[in-house]
């Protein structure tokens, strides 16, 4: 059951084949199996999920139930989920139990979902392999020795393991797609302000999406459309109708116009990836799309002018961890002064503390005009750029990355780190929706394509994915791990 969609695993629990107290207790089996080998969760609430799933079944006899009901899911560890500890992969918070529910969190419950558990990171969401986890590194699970991708790696790695039916992630510069695309699996990020940040664990927060990590787009359709409601404890939530986006998901994507800039193909990308995504494009086009070509200019700036705001805004959201009002205190600090430097020190790991730097440096009195001005400035004509390749296409495709999932500990120095998110940051900066489907592999390690979308076409996103994935098979596969015994 575990290898099942969550529309298929909705339907046996209709028609009786399996209860949801069946089906979690064989997703905390397979966790409890894998869990110590892959560490994807950080947290395992076995109890509550026993719970959950009874109730669900309750439920599931009753009119009330949606599609939701009764699948085993699991929660970036970055939502927060009322008395069950929410660390951000963080000493800093490695001792948090939120006393509210995140939105995300929260309407997953009224629709009767069953949270298996919170999922790793890397810590408060800062990194693109895994590895910058408290709680240590996550692996992948197509191929032990390599990185899940990050933030959301976690999430990512235990959908595509079949530990849960699907998981949240969020994505501040990739954190949903590159993973998705190195594990193989369904990952969209949605449009800045389509689902509310409420009790999300703040990164740099004119950036950060929440968004949902499935095996299909039809998957990722009934998991968003769950969370993408106005909700006005978010004053930069979009008070936009809700959306069933599985009511468009079949329809004829003839006539997609898809728009394609060259650079995004040129001589830095791994020619695996680039023959499963121009592979993909000509089944696209089969379907009636076609090309057009597309200009963005200022894209190549998108690296320096993310590794300015981001961390800008970090260092303001992550001054609240000050060990009085929130977070880790050290042990007997001598003096305020001691308690402050100490208690940073102590609690955030090396990346964070790199990207605490720079943020208050480029925020400096001095500096500000320099860098963070510069920075906004830029990110505006990458968001020009958009707009104006919008005019004649309606998609942009584009890699997520340049080449497949590096081994662990390989992407050792920040810079290269930096670098890999070429691809996926712009979208970010200029808060647009996109995708990650998977396409093919380069040797054993999977590769994804990312669709770029308009402001708010997530249902036409959805839409053009499942059109694909009705007719490819790349979302089907699964890796073969041997050590479970079921
Ligand atoms: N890799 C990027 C970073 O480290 C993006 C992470 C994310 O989307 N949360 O900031």
New binding site residues.
């Given amino acids: 059951m575990y290898d099942k969609t969550i529309l298929e695993q909705a339907k046996a629990l209709r028609s009786g084949e399996i209860s949801s107290l069946e089906l979690t207790k064989i997703y905390l089996n397979r966790i409890n199996n894998l869990n110590s080998e892959i560490n994807a969760f950080i947290s395992i609430d076995e109890q509550g999920a026993l719970e959950q799933a009874k109730q669900a079944d309750q439920r599931l006899k009753t009119a009330d139930a949606s599609l939701l009901t009764g699948i085993p899911i699991a929660h970036k560890d970055l939502f927060c989920t009322k008395g069950i500890k929410t660390t951000c992969a963080s000493r800093m918070l490695s001792n948090f139990i939120p006393p509210y529910e995140s939105h995300v969190s929260e309407q997953y419950k009224q629709h009767g979902a069953v949270m298996l558990g919170k999922t790793n990171m890397?810590e408060f969401?800062?990194?693109?392999t895994n590895e910058n986890s408290f709680f240590g590194k996550v692996k992948n699970p197509w191929d032990y020795s390599a990185i899940p991708g990050?933030?959301?790696g976690g999430s990512a790695a235990a959908v595509a393991a079949g530990m849960v039916a699907a998981a949240t992630g969020?994505?501040?510069?990739?954190?949903?797609r590159?993973p998705a695309s190195h594990c193989g699996i369904t990952g969209i990020k949605p449009t800045y302000g389509r689902v509310s940040r409420y009790g999300m664990i703040a990164?740099?927060s004119s950036?950060?999406q929440a968004g949902v990590m499935t095996k299909t787009a039809e998957d990722a359709a009934i998991m968003l459309s769950a969370i993408a409601n106005y909700d006005c404890r978010d004053s930069t939530c979009a008070n936009m109708p809700n959306v069933d986006y599985r009511k468009t998901i079949n329809n004829s994507i003839e006539g997609l116009k898809i728009g394609i800039y060259k650079d995004h193909f040129s001589s830095g990308l791994n020619p695996d990836i680039a023959n499963s995504i121009n592979t993909a494009i000509a089944e696209l086009k089969k379907l009636g799309a076609t090309i057009v070509d597309i200009e963005l200019p200022h894209s190549k700036y998108c690296i320096p002018v993310?590794?300015v705001i981001?961390p800008a805004e970090a260092s303001s959201n992550l001054a609240r961890f000050d060990g009085v009002h929130f977070g880790y205190r050290c042990d007997n600090p001598k003096d305020l002064q001691d308690l402050y430097i100490r208690s940073r020190n102590e609690g955030f790991g090396e990346?964070v503390k790199r990207?605490i730097i720079s943020g208050t440096f480029v925020l400096s009195k001095s500096h500000q005009g320099e860098f963070y001005k510069k920075a906004q400035q830029i990110r505006r004509l990458i968001k020009d750029d958009f707009i104006d390749a919008f005019k004649s296409c309606d998609v942009i495709i584009s890699p997520n990355v340049s080449k497949a999932a590096c081994d662990l500990g390989v992407m050792k120095d920040p810079l290269s780190?930096?670098l890999?998110?070429l691809y996926?940051?712009s979208v970010?900066l200029a808060g647009l929706p996109a995708m990650s489907v998977p396409v093919g592999f380069s040797g054993s390690r999977p590769v994804g394509m990312q669709i770029i979308g308009k402001p708010f076409s997530e249902a036409h996103l959805l839409n053009i994915a499942h059109k694909f994935q009705q007719h490819t098979d790349w979302h089907q596969q699964q890796p073969t791990i041997s050590e479970v015994i079921d």
């Fill in positions: 890397d969401g800062m990194g693109s990050g933030s959301s969020s994505d501040t510069g990739g954190s949903i590159q990164y740099a950036l950060d993310y590794y981001a990346e990207r780190m930096y890999s998110d996926t940051l970010n």
